[in-house]
């Protein structure tokens, strides 16, 4: 019987070991993948939805936004979009992000023809904004607690684009009510050019691997509070992130962070009949956003 029970252990430890060793090979074969084996998700090659961006992506109740989408479609000949606003009903604790069933939408245009980008910049660029005013106090914060007055309440763009082949895709952004009594709103990152080794990039590098970075600084990550449901402010920094879209070539990383570069594989020859273009999207982790765009 001893016998017995020491061989039962025996065989277990040896099925802990084979687990052990099945999770190692698992692990090791996950993080060992080269990009080329990964999908390229920054590759713009058919109908994008860059960004949505706002200059005020944090306001007060019955402010005015205007928001301005950053789109691509090389192979389209025209774009339309169609924007539905509503008060989130609660995407953190899993409503999806639409304004379906919402009884707060709002209908602001539908299949409105665009004339931004347009041909000339390949469709891939800024589109035509529009403007919109978020609902008063007394809307958007009905049934809402003080914390949440304070650290804000989103309120939800819904964006659809559609390019001439009838292809569709749908996106939103939140922008972020907050109490007028809260005169420190959040600002978008601080951003303006992307550098290839250290200089403003003016051409596609052909052929060649070259580092690119931008000229966000640590300054852009704001420091802000948040209020608690017993009132009490907790101080926080936020955290920038860069994520690079291009139309041609390759990148080493997806995203990077404040002082990071990312090395950038150009392809061997120039795109035939249009442009090259590199993105840089700046994101903060609380709604702000800055595009910045090479046209190479």
């Known amino acids: 019987m001893e016998n017995f029970k020491i061989n039962i252990c025996k065989i277990e430890n040896i099925k802990m070991m084979i687990q052990r060793m099945f999770l190692f090979i698992l692990t090791l074969a996950l993080f060992s993948c080269s ?11 058919k109908l994008r939805l860059i960004a949505l961006t706002t200059a005020t992506p944090e306001v007060s109740p019955g402010d005015s936004v205007t928001i301005t989408p950053v789109v691509s479609d ?9 924007v539905r606003l509503c008060v989130d009903l609660g995407i953190a604790y899993g409503v999806a992000p639409n ?19 347009g041909i000339g910049d390949n469709w891939t660029g800024s589109a035509d904004s529009f403007t ?3 609902p008063i106090d007394t809307v958007i914060f009905a049934n809402q607690t003080d914390a949440q007055k304070y650290n804000g309440v989103n309120y939800l763009v819904e964006y659809t684009l559609e390019n ?15 109490e007028s009594a809260k005169t420190t709103k959040n ?11 250290g200089v403003s990039m003016a051409t596609l590098p052909v052929g060649q691997k070259v580092n690119l970075s931008t000229n966000v600084s640590s300054a852009s990550a704001e420091a802000y509070q948040l209020k608690n449901s017993t009132g009490i402010l907790t101080d926080r920094t936020e955290v920038i992130t860069v994520t690079w879209m291009i139309t041609d070539g390759k990148t080493q990383y997806y995203r990077s962070e404040i002082g990071q570069v990312n090395q950038y594989t150009a392809p061997d020859a120039s795109p035939t009949g249009r442009s090259a273009y590199v993105f840089a999207v700046v994101r903060d982790d609380r709604g702000g956003v800055t595009v910045v765009r090479k046209k190479l």
């Open 164 to 178: 001439s082949s009838g292809e569709k895709i749908q996106s939103f952004k939140r922008i972020v009510v907050s």
């Open 35 to 45: 990009n080329d084996e990964l999908p390229e998700f920054n590759k713009i090659e």
């Open 187 to 197: 600002l978008n990152p601080v951003v303006s050019d992307i550098f290839s080794e």
């Open 99 to 117: 304004c379906d069933n919402n009884p707060t939408t709002t209908d602001l245009h539908a299949a409105r023809n665009l004339t931004l980008p």
């Open 132 to 134: 919109f005013n978020v």
């Open 74 to 82: 090389l192979g389209t000949s025209s774009l339309k979009d169609t």
